[in-house]
């Protein structure tokens, strides 16, 4: 099964690390992409509209953002509404 979650990051963060425990905590498969290598991090700037902090969350094609915005959606009930959709 393909995962409808996708979340860049770089190696030694810790709000990467944050975003990826709460999506394991409730049982989301999501795929990681590493974006240290500065050609996928262009990219990963043009995709997020500019932002150039990791992580960055998407699902499908709508773009989350950060750990804090992904974690305001968990809380508002909108991360469970979308992933049982």
Known sequence: MNEKI???TT??????DAAKT????KGYA?????????DLRMMLIK???GRKTVPQ???GDLHVGSFDELQAFD??????????A
């Open 6 to 8: 996708t979340v860049y």
């Open 11 to 16: 190696k030694r963060c810790a709000y990467c």
């Open 22 to 25: 709460l999506l394991q905590r």
């Open 30 to 38: 999501y795929k990681e992409v590493d974006v240290s290598d500065p």
């Open 47 to 49: 995709k997020a509209q």
């Open 57 to 59: 969350i998407f699902i």
């Open 75 to 84: 809380k508002r009930g909108e991360l469970d509404a979308l992933m049982n």
